[in-house]
Nanobody, 127 residues
Framework: RVHLVESGGGSVQTGGSLRLSCKAS????????MGWFRQVPGKEREGVAT????????YYCGSLKARFTISQDNANNTLYLQMNSLEPEDTAMYYC????????????????????WGQGTQVTVSS
């Protein structure tokens, strides 16, 4: 089993930056794909970005690559999401997910991509 704990959320103004972290523990290795997803009340969870560090591959949903960067520190089993130029539309609960193998693509509604999920960290962007 894999345990995921997110941190780094908070409240910022438009244009600000945040760096989310997700610490993984348990039965996890580099063959796991990792990802960030977000959800607002009343809507389905949506993909933000995913990563396969073994293949040095990343995938960003929509136009988020212009402002967000996903990365992974395998030595410390930690996943990151650097978010810049934040907009009020980025306000959501952000979740970390782990998946045993591919596909890397996770840009579809719902929680089906991840085999394991963290509890989430709230990001609020005010105008």
């Amino acid at each position: 089993r894999v345990h995921l704990v997110e941190s780094g959320g908070g409240s910022v103004q438009t244009g600000g930056s945040l760096r989310l972290s997700c610490k993984a523990s348990g039965d996890i290795d580099r063959n796991y794909y990792m990802g960030w997803f977000r959800q607002v009340p009343g809507k389905e969870r949506e993909g933000v970005a995913t990563i396969n560090s073994a293949a040095s591959a990343t995938y960003y949903c929509g136009s988020l690559k212009a402002r967000f960067t996903i990365s992974q520190d395998n030595a410390n089993n930690t996943l990151y999401l650097q978010m810049n130029s934040l907009e009020p539309e980025d306000t959501a609960m952000y979740y970390c997910a782990a998946r045993r193998g591919g596909p890397l693509y996770g840009c579809y509604p719902g929680s089906g991509w991840g085999d394991f999920w963290g509890q989430g960290t709230q990001v609020t962007v005010s105008s």
